[in-house]
């Protein structure tokens, strides 16, 4: 394996390590699933260059935008949950009591 897919692949894996070891916060959580999008981010990028296929071309810039409005539909969700609960900790959130 080369450097360039050993390195996406372990960030990847990082984050995705990070989401299955540290949920205590809800922003933590948020930011290791925003480090694994990223990863994907650069992975098709180098691939599709790689490729040279201009077909596939638009593909990182729909995943770009499917990870924004996910950092906003979660950033928004981390906003409400600490107005109405007074923490981010996963562990305080019930959905019975929304």
């Given at each position: 394996?080369?450097?360039?897919?050993?390195?996406?692949?372990?960030?990847?894996?990082?984050?995705?390590?990070?989401?299955?070891?540290?949920?205590?916060?809800?922003?933590?959580?948020?930011?290791?699933?925003?480090?694994?999008?990223?990863?994907?981010?650069?992975?098709l990028?180098?691939?599709?260059?790689?490729?040279?296929?201009?077909?596939?071309a638009?593909?990182?810039?729909?995943?770009?935008?499917?990870?924004?409005?996910?950092?906003?539909?979660?950033?928004?969700?981390?906003?409400?949950?600490?107005?109405?609960?007074?923490?981010?900790?996963?562990?305080?959130?019930?959905?019975?009591?929304?």
């Amino acid at each position: 394996m080369t450097l360039a897919p050993f390195t996406f692949s372990s960030a990847f894996l990082l984050g995705l390590g990070g989401l299955a070891l540290h949920r205590h916060h809800l922003l933590s959580s948020l930011l290791c699933l925003e480090g694994m999008m990223l990863s994907l981010f650069i992975a098709l990028s180098l691939w599709i260059l790689q490729l040279g296929s201009i077909n596939l071309a638009s593909a990182p810039m729909f995943l770009l935008a499917f990870s924004a409005c996910e950092a906003s539909a979660g950033l928004a969700i981390l906003v409400a949950t600490s107005r109405t609960h007074g923490t981010d900790r996963l562990q305080n959130l019930n959905l019975l009591q929304c």
